[in-house]
């Protein structure tokens, strides 16, 4: 949780996704960032921000095919929640 969090009124927590068992896993991480924020007595805002980093250089090749791939993840993820 980072320092900006207050109890009961605001939660901030950054993370980082490694992958592994695919191909090019290795090569790139996903960069999380969570913020919860109460908005009423019994309400509360969540906003999800995910970026794709890369740790070396891939070919233009792979990294048109995995964004996509990504992009079509965290898609996926909010039609759950």
């Known amino acids: 949780m980072k320092a900006c ?4 009124q605001i939660y901030v927590i950054d993370g ?3 992958n592994s068992g695919i191909p090019y896993a290795d090569s790139f ?5 969570y913020c919860l924020i109460r908005t009423g007595e019994n309400e509360t805002s ?7 980093k890369y740790k070396k250089t891939v070919w233009t ?5 995995t964004f996509p791939f990504f992009y079509t993840l965290i898609l ?6």
């Open 46 to 52: 969540l906003s999800i921000y995910a970026q794709l």
């Open 61 to 65: 090749l792979v990294k048109s095919k």
């Open 29 to 33: 991480y996903v960069d999380t960032h």
């Open 16 to 18: 980082d996704v490694v």
């Open 5 to 8: 969090s207050k109890p009961g």
């Open 76 to 81: 996926i993820a909010h039609r759950k929640t």
